[in-house]
């Protein structure tokens, strides 16, 4: 037969049991683009308080700030720690989400106009056909009353 292994030998991924996941480090959120830019305008400021790239204190500060990136970069991770880049990205966003929102209130309007729409033809056939009714039996009454022999008015049932 083949080979068999025990049961300490078997490792396994991120597993959900019972609504608890177990086994693996959790995955982290990234901050939002708006943290990410505000954190990189306080490195920035915090070189140039440091007095800038051109002291010995700025260009230790800057060091620091260079390595931390490069440590999380060799660790697999985007670093996103240009203000600009984050600037245009953060205006961006806001834009999509403005359109998305604009297409949004266009997809619901359109909605409830078919929807008002669909009311008052249902409406209006429903009405149709209960007036439909009526004018049947106004006519079926007519057609009883003109019999040959009964022209006059009628006084009301033949048969008391």
Known sequence: AGMRTSAEDLQFGRIEVDG???GGAPKKKRASKE???QRAIDQRAEVAAAGGEETVAGKKVAEKYSWD?????????KVLDDPKLLQK?????????????????KRVEFT?????????KRKDSLKGRADAKVEKRIEKREKKR???GFEGR?????NP
């Open 89 to 105: 990205s953060v205006k961006n966003e806001a834009r999509m989400k403005k359109k998305s929102q604009e297409k949004w209130a």
């Open 146 to 148: 003109n019999r040959p």
């Open 20 to 22: 608890k996941i177990s």
């Open 69 to 77: 990136a490069a440590l999380l970069r060799a660790g697999g991770e």
């Open 35 to 37: 943290t990410l830019l």
């Open 154 to 158: 009628s006084q009301g049932p033949i």
């Open 112 to 120: 409830n106009e078919q929807m008002a729409s669909k009311q008052k």
